[in-house]
């Protein structure tokens, strides 16, 4: 059971001292952290987790994967209400979390895909996502037409637990020792999806990890882990480089 005085699976976990490569940008009603190679006319929008768009952790994944050939894009999916912070009272988590739902994101998804189609030149694009960001992945993957493909890291799965039937290639990246996300909701959810789904999808659980692995632990801190956060960052690189 999820521990009940931590209603969400976000723990910050190590929080990167980075400052990013990328730039802040104005999107219409949207603030956006946006990081581009020379010239692709590949993109990929980056949903941040509970701690919104300015958390280093998510640049530096944004970074990454513009080192790898994509326009990436972290928009402020809260726009302008504050993220969550370590600091704040988890009794009232839920309350917060009702004004910044995961599945109503698509006005602002709408906006940024004109941006990157408009104003950066993308013609294939997909969604990568953590923890809150990962639940809207799966989301946009039910629904959005305009998206290519997308990869959602230990994503809230009883957000939309009740819906398997994607439109595009979804990878799904777990982490064993997920408090919050248990292994059995995993099966739940894999079942549906070889039942539901007419497109590739892959489910894939990392042995020993735990929530938020991908993006919230440090190598040099956490070297038992080194190996499993090094192959969740090359997996869903490989799977944006396979349907992008």
């Known amino acids: 059971m999820a521990n009940e005085s931590r209603p969400c699976p976000c723990d910050i976990g190590d929080r990167f001292d980075y400052g990013g490569r990328g730039q802040e940008v ?3 009603h949207i ?3 946006v990081c581009k190679p020379a010239s692709t006319d590949k993109a990929v929008i980056v949903i941040h987790d509970i701690f919104g768009w300015q958390l280093p952790n998510t640049r530096y994944m944004a ?8 326009i990436a894009i972290c928009p402020d999916f809260f726009v302008d209400q504050e993220a969550w912070k370590p600091s704040n009272d988890w009794a009232t988590f839920d309350e917060w979390l009702k004004t910044r739902n995961a599945g109503k994101i698509d006005k ?12 950066c030149g993308a013609k294939k694009i997909g969604v990568v ?11 946009l993957m039910l629904k959005n037409p305009h998206l290519k493909t997308g990869v959602s890291l230990y994503g809230v799965i009883r957000f939309f637990e009740d819906r398997s039937s994607l439109l595009h290639p979804t990878f799904f990246i777990f982490a064993e020792k997920d408090d919050h ?8 959810l894999e079942q ?12 894939k659980i990392y042995p020993g990890q735990t929530h938020g692995f991908v993006h919230r632990k440090r190598e ?3 070297p038992q882990d080194k190996p499993h956060i090094e192959e969740g960052r090359k997996d869903m690189i490989n799977w944006l480089n396979k349907y992008l």
């Open 63 to 70: 970074d990454m994967l513009a080192a790898n050939g994509y």
């Open 108 to 119: 602002e998804v709408d906006v940024i895909l004109k941006y990157l189609s408009e104003q």
């Open 220 to 222: 040099d801190i956490n």
């Open 129 to 139: 996502g953590f923890c809150w960001g990962g639940a809207a992945v799966q989301h």
């Open 192 to 203: 549906k999806l070889k039942q539901n789904c007419k497109v590739d999808y892959k489910v």
């Open 26 to 28: 104005q999107v219409e």
């Open 31 to 33: 603030k956006a952290y």
């Open 181 to 188: 996300i248990p292994l059995e909701q995993v099966t739940l």
